[in-house]
């Protein structure tokens, strides 16, 4: 299992460090951090190597290893399988490269992959047996930074990205507006006495976004550090060590947003830690789209991917220790 988590998480492969900020005053001091417990868990069988969970209003989607049965799809409130769907290849609908987590954009009843050699967007609808592409749209970005990381939507005709520093390209976000075809540079490092690379690395980051594309969280995986920003790449809010314990380890590394608000999934805790059969529990953070941790919650299972339900309602989560259940957890109201 070690090995299956290392190759996950390999894009994050970095050193850690702690910040040595101060912590933020006044932030989730009425958080308790109160044990969440599974209501139940769905044997999903032995053929999935889950690398993602996404949700829609009635489908949960399993992200697997491919390179076959990139998806499966699975009904919602009942968690019955559907079908499974998707290959690696270079046909209509099929897939250049290995689809990662941080590549899927969900909205309405639509998947939206991120195609990172062929440069584009593919949408694809989900059917009654079948994901069926409906369109596909170049990136305006002409690659000098770098790959595009974590194309995150926030309109039909806007996103946001991650990027490398090159030159005096130091700046770590992408607007990316599709109707003009124009990506525009914005925000800054923490610490910009770093190198390139070496800055890019150690503020590696995932984005979580607002449904209605107002809004999006980055969230930094080996630094305590969450920002928010606008829809115009204007920083609203910076939290700095707001975590219930200190690592070197990871801090948070997947997010989902609803309408109400981002869950952030915060391991921290070692690699190591977080395959060992006992003792592993991640805290998982309840952040509104103003900037405050509203609530958070210690999952009773070691849960390494997860997704929120449409409705904020429900958990699902997986776990390479459990690795044929989906455990679901339900939320407080």
């Known amino acids: 299992m070690r090995t299956t988590l290392h190759l996950v998480l390999a894009i994050f492969m970095i050193s850690a460090c702690t910040s040595e900020e101060p912590r933020s005053p006044g932030v989730g001091d009425a958080v308790t951090y109160d044990t969440l417990t599974t209501v139940r868990s769905v044997d999903v069988g032995s053929d999935l190597n889950v690398r993602g969970l996404f949700a829609t209003d009635s489908t949960l989607i399993v992200l ?56 584009v967007l593919r949408a694809f609808e989900i059917g009654e047996d079948e994901l069926t592409l409906t369109h596909e749209r170049p990136l305006p970005y002409d690659g000098r930074r770098g790959p595009l990381n974590t194309v995150t939507r926030l309109d039909s005709l806007t996103y946001v990205a991650t990027v490398a520093p090159a030159g005096e390209d130091r700046s770590p976000f992408l607007l990316v507006d599709l109707a003009s075809a124009e990506s525009r540079a914005f925000g800054e490092y923490p610490d910009l006495r770093l190198s390139g690379r070496e800055m890019y690395e150690s503020f590696m980051k995932r984005l979580v976004a607002s449904p209605d594309g107002s809004a999006f969280y980055a969230m930094y995986l080996n630094h305590d550090r969450v920002r928010l920003y606008d829809r115009r790449g204007e920083l609203v809010e910076e939290r700095v060590d707001v975590g219930p314990r200190e690592t070197t380890g990871w801090q948070r590394i997947f997010g989902h947003g609803t309408q109400h608000f981002a869950y952030m999934l915060a391991p921290l805790a070692e690699e190591e830690e977080m395959l060992a ?49 989906l455990m679901i957890f339900e939320l407080p109201q």
């Open 64 to 119: 697997n290893s491919g390179p076959e049965q990139y998806f499966a799809l699975f009904s919602l409130p009942d968690v019955a399988p559907l079908y499974t769907w998707g290959v690696q290849g270079e046909g209509p609908g099929e897939f250049s490269a290995p689809v990662s987590a941080a590549s899927i954009n969900m909205f309405s009843n639509v998947v939206e992959v991120d195609d990172a050699n062929r440069q």
């Open 277 to 325: 059969p006992e003792g592993y529990h991640p805290v998982l953070e309840v952040w509104d789209w103003s900037g405050s941790l509203v609530a958070a919650y210690t999952l009773a299972e070691p849960v390494h991917f997860f997704t929120v339900s449409a409705d904020d309602r429900y958990v699902y989560g997986y776990s390479f220790l459990n690795p044929e259940e």
